[in-house]
């Protein structure tokens, strides 16, 4: 019963997000703040999707592949979404800023 | 070439493992065509000469949970951050890019950075070069937050029990 309700918590918490997400690919001003809406979905998004399922599965191989799954996505999302936004910077795309010299902590 | 039969045995039994997991069956017919391909999956392997040794540490694995759990809390955190610059009407966004030095000090570590920076919402490593990673920032709390140093440090302090001249 309470298993039941944290895991439909969990997948109507990654739904909302995932609809913020496309919100935020809609809305936000440029192709580098767009990556950042996206990276929503890739970790929160699928992320409580999945654990939501993962409960439903109980302790079964189903819940082992939704495991698999969400290792590959946490593993393949970032790596996809930064080869995007390198491949965009150096194909040309200048970043808009709003704010000009880049600060570093080295 | 003890250490090459240990990992040649580890790797075989990880296959036969993935094997099981993803079929769900345990005759003997099944696990026998199992053990059939993952052998043959690892004598390409080392046909190939793909089966390497630098990757993660077996003797590191124990401090990644901790991390991801404190990834896990900074993941949710930022999330919900940037899920509130969005849905404002306002948006305020503050675009940034910054120049953070990865203190690991193997290629996996910084891999390790690189991704986590990524996966974190609000930040994406745009580039990385010998000056160190080029993270793009959608507002300045996320700016700040890679400038702080933190997730540098625990990524550092994951592997400060390698000693130096073992890495690859």
């Known amino acids: 019963m309470i298993v039941d309700a944290l895991s439909w918590i969990l997948l109507i918490s990654g739904s909302a997000f995932c609809i913020i997400s496309a919100i935020g690919v809609l809305r936000l001003p440029d192709y580098f703040s767009r990556i950042h809406a996206a990276g929503i979905l890739d970790s929160v998004g699928t992320g409580a999707l999945i654990l939501g399922l993962m409960l439903q599965g109980g302790f079964t191989l189903v819940t082992v592949k939704l495991f698999m799954i969400l290792a590959i996505i946490v593993i393949t999302g970032p790596t996809a979404t930064h080869a995007l936004a390198r491949a965009a910077l150096h194909g040309g795309l200048t970043p808009e800023l709003d704010e000009e010299e880049a600060p570093s902590n080295s | ?168």
């Open chain 2, 1 to 168: 070439m003890k250490d090459v039969h240990l990992s040649v045995i580890i790797a075989t039994f990880a296959l036969m493992l993935l094997w099981i997991s993803l079929s769900g069956y345990f005759n003997a017919l099944q696990l026998g065509l199992g053990f059939v391909s993952s052998v043959a999956v690892i004598w390409l392997t080392i046909r190939l000469k793909l089966l390497t040794f630098d990757g993660v540490r077996l003797a590191l694995l124990p401090r990644y949970p901790l991390y991801l759990l404190w990834l896990i809390r900074q993941i949710i955190w930022s999330n919900l951050l940037v899920a509130r610059i969005v849905l404002s009407p306002r948006m305020p966004l503050h675009r940034q890019i910054v120049l953070t030095k990865p203190k690991q000090h193997s290629d996996m570590a910084t891999t390790i950075y690189a991704n986590s920076i990524t996966l974190t919402p609000g930040t994406v490593t745009v580039d990385s070069s010998e000056d160190g990673l080029l993270v793009h920032s959608l507002a300045k709390v996320f700016a700040d937050g890679v400038l702080a140093n933190e997730m540098n440090n625990r990524i550092a302090g994951l592997e400060t029990n390698i000693p130096k001249d073992e890495q690859a």
